[in-house]
C-alpha cells in the first residue's frame, strides 16, 4: 500500500497533453480481435492493468497477443479459435472484462473459471449471468452466480429480446456478444442509451446492427473480419485534466485526440453548464469514433442539477463532477446515479467520505450527492480505497488544497491512467 504526498502547489497547469488510450475501446479491440478472423493491429491502446487483465485472460484462451507499448497485434482465429483455458481467468479489477468476457465465454463450448480482485467480489455480476442462462449457458458461482468466483460451461445458445432494467454497456455487449454465436435475433433494449463503443466497433469489424431507440439488435451467425483500430485518448481521464484546469486559476490546458463519442460526452455537457471555458476543436474520427481536441482555461463556475438521461454518459466522471461542485458558487445536485454504488467501490460513499476529510461540504442521498459550494480546501489524509478514479479525484483536489494531501493506496490509479502524477506534473511546470 502506497501514499503519497500531494504538497499544495496551487500553480496553473498549462500545456498540451494526450491523455492515454480510451478503456473501453482498448478492452473491446482485444476481445473482439481475439473473436475475429485474421489479424487485428491495434495502437494508442491503454496500458493500463484493467486492459492488461483482458490480455491476459484472451491468451488463456489460446490467442496469439502481441504488445509493445500501446500497440498491440491480435491473431484472431474466428470464435471457434477460442480454447478451453487450463488455468482460471483472472479479471483483476476489471468490471468490463468480467461481464464482457463472459458474454463470448455463454457462447464457447467450454468450461472456464472466472475471478478476480476483492473489489470484483463485490460487484453484482447476475445482471449478466441471468440473461446469459436464458440464452442456454451453465453458470454457477458464489449465491447462485451473482458474485464471483464464477464458472461458465458454454455450448449452444440461442437469441434473446432483453429489456434491460439498468443503462449498462457492460451488460448490453455481454449479450451481444452472446447473440453473435447463437440462432436467432438477440436484442437489446436499456431505460437510457449506454455508451455504443460495441455497436461502433462492431460495425468496423464487419457485423451489421440495427438501431430503433435504445434497442440495438442484431443476427447470430455473422463473422468478424480482423482489422485496425485506432483508439482515441479517453475522455473519462482527460475529465480529470478537465476538471483541474477549470478549478485552478490561471489554467490554460489543451487536450488532444479526446473520443467525443456523444454517449460518452456528458462531462462536456456539465462543465459547459456550469460555466466552465471549454472548446471543443479539430473534430474527426479514428473509426466509427468521433474525436477532438479540447482546450479548457480556468473559470468561476456554478452548481447545477443533473440527473436521467445524462448519468449513463458521465458515470464515471461523477466524482470529478464532486469536486468541481466544491469549486462551483451554490448548491449541485446529482440524482439517478444509484448504480454509482456497484462500481469499484460504492462511490457515493467513498466520495462523500473522501472529500469531507478535505473540507468539502457533500452529503449523499439514495442515488446521488448534493455539494455546496464554494469551499476552502485543506490537507488530511485521505484514501483511494483501491479505487483508481477516487484516487484521480483526489489528487486533482491537491491543485487548489491549501494544505497537504496525503493520499493512500495511490497504486490502484494504474488501474486507468498509469502516468497519472507524471502527466499532472507535465502541465503544472
Ligand atoms: C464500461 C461501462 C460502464 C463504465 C465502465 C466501463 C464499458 O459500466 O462504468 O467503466 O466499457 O462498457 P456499466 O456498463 O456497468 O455502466
Redesign the pocket.
Known amino acids: 500500500m502506497l501514499t503519497r504526498m500531494l504538497s499544495p502547489l496551487q500553480k496553473p497547469l498549462k500545456g498540451e497533453l494526450k491523455v492515454p488510450g480510451d478503456?473501453?475501446i482498448s478492452?473491446r479491440a482485444v476481445m473482439f480481435g481475439a473473436i475475429a478472423e485474421g489479424t487485428t493491429t491495434v495502437s494508442g491502446f491503454l496500458e493500463g492493468q484493467d486492459c492488461l487483465s483482458t490480455i491476459a485472460c484472451f491468451k488463456k484462451l489460446g490467442i496469439t497477443i502481441e504488445r509493445k507499448n500501446d500497440e498491440v497485434k491480435i491473431e484472431g482465429k474466428g470464435f471457434n479459435g477460442l480454447q478451453e483455458p487450463t488455468e482460471i481467468l483472472d479479471v483483476g479489477n476489471s468490471?468490463?472484462t468480467t461481464r464482457l468476457m463472459m458474454g463470448i465465454l455463454a457462447s464457447s463450448p467450454f468450461h472456464s473459471v472466472v475471478i478476480g480482485d476483492e473489489s470484483i467480489a463485490r460487484r453484482p455480476m447476475d445482471r449478466v449471468t441471468n440473461p446469459l442462462r436464458e440464452m442456454g449457458a451453465h453458470i454457477d458461482g458464489r449465491e447462485n452466480g451473482r458474485l464471483t468466483p464464477i464458472s461458465v460451461r458454454g455450448g449452444k445458445t440461442h437469441a434473446i429480446d432483453y429489456i434491460s432494467p439498468v443503462a449498462?454497456?457492460?451488460?448490453k455487449?455481454s449479450i451481444l456478444l452472446a447473440g453473435l454465436q447463437s440462432e436467432g435475433t438477440t436484442s437489446v433494449t436499456e431505460p437510457h442509451i449506454?455508451?455504443d463503443?460495441t455497436e461502433r466497433m462492431l460495425e468496423s469489424f464487419g457485423v451489421s446492427l440495427t438501431r430503433e431507440g435504445t434497442k440495438v439488435s442484431l443476427e447470430g451467425g455473422q463473422s468478424l473480419k480482423g482489422t485496425h483500430i485506432q483508439v482515441p485518448a479517453d475522455i473519462s481521464s482527460a475529465a480529470f485534466f478537465l476538471a483541474a484546469a477549470a478549478i485552478t486559476p490561471g489554467s490554460d490546458v489543451l487536450l488532444k485526440d479526446v473520443g467525443i463519442n456523444p454517449t460518452r460526452t456528458g462531462i462536456i455537457d456539465v462543465l459547459l453548464e456550469m460555466g466552465a471555458d471549454l472548446s471543443v476543436e479539430n473534430e474527426r474520427s479514428f473509426n466509427q469514433e468521433p474525436v477532438a481536441d479540447l482546450r479548457i482555461k480556468h473559470s468561476n463556475l456554478k452548481g447545477i442539477e443533473i440527473g436521467g438521461e445524462i448519468i449513463?454518459r458521465l458515470?464515471?466522471e461523477i466524482p470529478i463532477i464532486a469536486l468541481l461542485a466544491t469549486q462551483a458558487e451554490g448548491k449541485m445536485v446529482i440524482k439517478d446515479a444509484e448504480?454509482l454504488k456497484v462500481?469499484e467501490t460504492n462511490r457515493i460513499d467513498a466520495v462523500v467520505e473522501q472529500l469531507q476529510k478535505i473540507g468539502a461540504s457533500i452529503e449523499g442521498t439514495d442515488d446521488g450527492m448534493v455539494i455546496h459550494g464554494k469551499s476552502t480546501l485543506h490537507g488530511a489524509e485521505v484514501d483511494s480505497l483501491g479505487d483508481h478514479r477516487i484516487g484521480m479525484t483526489l489528487a486533482v483536489a491537491s491543485c487548489i488544497a491549501n494544505g497537504e494531501i496525503r493520499l493512500k493506496r495511490e497504486e490502484a490509479i494504474a488501474v486507468s491512467y498509469p502516468s497519472f502524477f507524471e502527466d499532472l506534473a507535465l502541465l503544472q511546470n
Request: glycine letters at 6%; proline letters at 6%.
Open positions: 478503456k473501453s478492452h468490471g468490463t449498462s454497456a457492460q451488460v455487449s449506454s455508451r463503443h449513463p458515470i464515471d448504480e462500481k
